[in-house]
């Protein structure tokens, strides 16, 4: 809670009982769930407790505490580019295969040796699309498989995280096989966004 606070107080957010209690659900989330989602609309405070998180373990670690793990973050917005860029794809004429963004960054983050944490943050809409993909690596199999014949096993300290407003077309699939943190705009308010305006003035 210590370690909190002073990312909230570094971050200039305002600390509420809300904001604190949605951290503390993140973190047991985390802790029990290899894939899980952050749902809520804009202004909900989503990316913030995320972010306040991830200090927070990270500063735990420089201080030798709860022996937590620095937290390192790959934030993609899976809806920005195509399913073929997203997951990779086969050039039809030379037959060679390309990897796509999430392929690659999945690959180093699962290669990684070390004992971070590694969140791979997907800040964006869920759709049917691409999502559907994602269900061998957020069931026990832990696993990507790619079109390419690929198969990329999760490591042990990696999380996938959601941030969509909405599930209104996720399937249920996908959906059973992630935890959930739901957030409110209006449990936030604008009265923090206020007092973090006004102490810098």
Not at 41 to 68: C, D, H, R, V, Y
Not at 100 to 120: D, H, I, M, T
Not at 159 to 176: G, K, Q, R, W
Request: proline content about 4%; charged content about 20%.
């Amino acid at each position: 809670m210590e370690a909190v606070r002073n990312q909230i107080v570094k971050a200039n957010l305002t600390e509420t009982d809300y904001f604190i209690e949605k951290i503390i659900q993140l973190y047991e989330m985390i802790m029990v769930r290899h894939g899980l989602m952050v749902v809520g609309q804009p202004f909900a405070a989503k990316t913030s407790i995320t972010n306040m998180l991830a200090g927070a373990l990270s500063e735990l670690n420089e201080k030798g505490l709860m022996n937590e793990q620095v937290v390192q973050i790959i934030r993609l917005n899976p809806k920005s580019i195509s399913m073929k860029l997203l997951y990779g794809f086969t050039d039809e004429s030379t037959n060679e295969w390309t990897d796509g963004l999430l392929a690659v960054k999945f690959r180093f983050q699962a290669r990684q040796e070390n004992p971070e944490r590694k969140w791979l943050i997907f800040d964006g809409p869920v759709d049917a699309i691409w999502i559907e993909n994602m269900n061998t690596v957020l069931d026990d199999n832990k696993k990507l498989c790619l079109n390419s014949g690929e198969i990329i096993a999760m490591s042990k300290s990696m999380n996938m995280i959601f941030e969509p407003a909405d599930l209104l077309v996720a399937s249920p699939a996908t959906v059973s096989r992630c935890g959930m943190v739901y957030m409110e705009p209006f449990e936030i308010g604008w009265v923090p966004l206020y007092k973090s305006w006004m102490n810098t003035l």
